[in-house]
């Protein structure tokens, strides 16, 4: 496998989308578990920019079974498929530890990348990633369905309407009855635990509204089954705040039921709080002064995400999740571990 630095600088040129007979682009799935079954492959279904033209797992029976269902060719190797498939980009829903690999085969055919979070594993792995992109002429956004929800992009406009914001109380919450169950118990394969998997999104958002903080204080539990033996955090609470003022706290448990997702922000003039459909404006005494809500109809969201991917392959639309971007999650990310490993806490942008 080629790196990007051995690539003919004449080749590393983005290519023009592969429209194809129906005026869409075309698009493959890696990875078909329940993520890409339940989530993508719908999705793709119900695109006006994308169809699906192919499919690839590791499993052949995997393969097999869904290759007769979706009526498309199989593979179970990404190299191979991007060899014998004109495709435009690549749904990427695989486990952490392999997206290394997948994204690097899309780059050598410079094939564009919709990829599942996290972006990557570690800080060094990201920045790895987001030079071999830019040298390769791909676009890899991350899947972060809540900037495309409409309640979630109003929540700046009634934070603006709250006066001074100083605090945030924030938690994303569930319940996996095994959390050392297969590959996202191992912090070696998952790159970590709840942090980098579930709470990623929960991390998007933080930075989204507020921006990196200046510090982070986290503690993290892998005991929330002692009868187990895994290393990857089910639960953590991390501090963080910011030069300005505002600091904040967020929860995330893959162990804490029920499944609940929560930010409040809390102003000199009033808070907003905003929940999985609903957002709603209180007084600082509680009195809800306005209501949002919204009842998503399947699979919208899935599909407005790979709309919008197609317009940036176009270069209609920017990138809202690019590597650069993913870049700040992960120094988040790796300011929790290290600070859990410290005890102190970490400033992201001091990182290496």
């Given at each position: ?50 169809e699906l033209v192919a499919v690839c797992d590791e499993s052949s029976s ?291």
């Open positions: 496998m080629q790196s990007a630095a051995s690539i003919p600088a004449q080749v590393l040129r983005v290519r023009e989308p592969n429209i194809s007979r129906s005026g869409k682009l075309r698009a493959g799935v890696v990875g078909l578990g329940k993520q890409a079954l339940e989530d993508h492959i719908p999705g793709l279904a119900a695109s006006d920019g994308a995997v393969v097999r079974e869904q290759r007769e269902r979706l009526n498309v060719p199989g593979y179970t190797s990404v190299e191979t498929m991007l060899a014998a498939e004109n495709l435009d980009f690549i749904v990427v829903t695989v486990p952490h530890d392999a997206g290394q690999s997948v994204i690097s085969a899309a780059a050598e055919h410079h094939v564009h990348v919709l990829k599942e979070k996290p972006f990557a594993t570690s800080l060094t792995e990201a920045r790895e990633l987001a030079a071999l992109c830019e040298g390769a002429g791909i676009e890899v956004m991350v899947t972060l369905q809540r900037r495309f929800n409409p309640i979630y992009t109003s929540f700046l406009q009634l934070a603006d309407q709250i006066g001074v914001p100083f605090v945030v109380d924030a938690h994303y919450t569930l319940h996996v009855v095994d959390p050392s169950d297969g590959w996202r118990g191992q912090s070696e394969r998952a790159g970590g635990g709840c942090i980098i998997d579930m709470g990623y999104h929960l991390v998007d958002m933080i930075l989204w509204y507020f921006g990196l903080p200046d510090r982070v204080l986290a503690s993290l539990s892998a005991r929330a089954r002692p009868d187990r033996v895994y290393n990857a955090e089910d639960t953590a609470l991390i501090h963080f705040s910011y030069d300005g003022g505002m600091y904040g706290s967020l929860l995330l448990s893959r162990f804490i039921g029920p499944k609940s997702e929560q930010i409040r922000l809390v102003g000199s003039k009033g808070i907003v709080e905003l929940e999985r459909g609903h957002l709603r404006r209180l007084t600082n005494g509680g009195e809800v002064i306005e209501s949002l809500s919204r009842d998503q109809s399947w699979p919208s969201a899935a599909t407005s995400q790979i709309d919008h991917f197609c317009r940036v392959i176009e270069g209609l639309r920017p990138n809202l999740s690019g590597p650069q971007q993913n870049l700040s999650h992960l120094r988040f990310i790796a300011a929790c571990y290290s600070s859990a490993a410290s005890g102190m806490p970490v400033n992201p942008e001091e990182l290496s």
